[in-house]
Nanobody, 124 residues
């Protein structure tokens, strides 16, 4: 098990940037695929980005490609999501999640550990 705590959300104007952070505690952080998900009101929780254990491989959903960057620092047990050129449709609660496997998957059910979420609101 790994415990996850997100931070960095907030209110930003369209076109602005935010950097989300997620710090992990518990079992070895480098054993986990890490993902960022988001859930808007009335919608399903969907993946935003994911990163492999060593940080060499990443996945992005189409709507954020070119605007977001996922990265990790295994020495600090932290995964980041840099979000640029934010749009009102990016408004959601953003969750950090961990998957105890070497394979990146995109379904929320594939991730065993979740943070409490951080709100991102983008105003037009």
């Amino acid at each position: 098990q790994v415990q996850l705590v997100e931070s960095g959300g907030g209110l930003v104007q369209a076109g602005g940037s935010l950097r989300l952070s997620c710090i992990a505690s518990g079992r070895s952080f480098s054993n986990y695929i890490m993902g960022w998900f988001r859930q808007a009101p009335g919608k399903e929780r969907d993946i935003v980005a994911a990163i492999s254990r060593d940080g060499r491989n990443t996945y992005y959903t189409d709507s954020v490609k070119g605007r977001c960057t996922i990265s990790r620092d295994n020495a600090k047990n932290t995964v980041y999501l840099q979000m640029n050129s934010l749009k009102p449709e990016d408004t959601a609660v953003y969750y950090c999640a961990a998957r105890d496997s070497p394979v990146i998957l995109t379904a929320p059910g594939a991730y065993q550990n979740w943070g409490q979420g951080t709100q991102v609101t983008v105003s037009s």
